[in-house]
């Protein structure tokens, strides 16, 4: 794909309706940021990562984010375009208005790096706000988009290293049953496999900082299957009240994120993902 130019004839189209809500609207403000080449460099190991969920894994802190690492890169899901990775993420939602601007994603990027795990990072991020689980299940508006992020990746030639699951205030809010999210989470991973069929998928556990929804929690975990490639993320509703925006339960403040990131580090080493 030559710089400057999105993805030729794509047969696969973003989801553009969020039922109930109106037009989707993604951080899509590329011309704004500096574009390179996606092509692999021999000898230069490069991950690969994709994050989908709420606005819990979109662009969810209150300050935007300068990447440290030259080879952070992000993949605009929106066009199929490579950037330099700064904060606002392009691809998920917010970005626009604080106090959700940046993510823990681009920080995981850095992160990454630093840790030695790898001297490239490629972010992918689609989550989107508002969402719950049946949203990205196979009927969900969203779930088509896991499938435009995979082809994304495999256009550009890059091999999708893990895919991180982190959602569950809304499903929390909701009153979503263990079961009803369980259900529509095994059907997210499904799709998924119906792509990336042995790519470690990390779930993390999410639902409220305050009161920590047990049921949602079972769910998220019932998952894990270490034969399956499927591990645990990230216990989001175990970190302390400054790791989030106030008042509580609320998104992740910029400490938050930086830890968040961290600790993903630790989580996709353990899952052998990096």
Known sequence: MAIGAASAVDPYVLNSVFPGVGAVDRYNEYPSRTQVAPALVGGETTRCILTLGDSHSANCAPSTYTATQARNHNLNVSNGGV?????????????????????????????????????????????????????????????????????????????????????????????????????????????????????????????NSVTPNVGIRAAQAGVWNSSAKIFAGIDEDGYSAINFQAPLPNHPSDTGCNNFATDYVTALIAAGAI
Not at 128 to 153: H, L, P, Q
Request: aromatic letters at 8%.
């Open 83 to 207: 950037y330099l990775l700064a904060g606002p993420l392009l691809g998920p939602s917010n970005g626009k208005v604080a106090p959700l601007i940046a993510g823990w994603n681009e920080r995981l990027g850095d992160a990454m790096i630093v840790a030695g795990r790898c001297a490239r990072s490629i972010m992918c991020g689609i989550g989107y706000g508002s969402t719950k689980v049946s949203d990205w299940a196979v009927g969900g508006a969203f779930n088509r988009d896991i499938g435009v992020a995979c082809e994304r990746f495999r256009r550009n030639g890059f091999t999708v290293d893990a895919v991180i699951w982190h959602a569950g205030p809304n499903d929390d809010a909701a009153g979503t049953t263990q079961a009803s999210y369980a259900t529509s989470l095994t059907s997210v991973i499904n799709t998924i496999r119906g792509f990336l069929a042995t790519t470690p998928i990390l779930v993390t556990l999410c639902s």
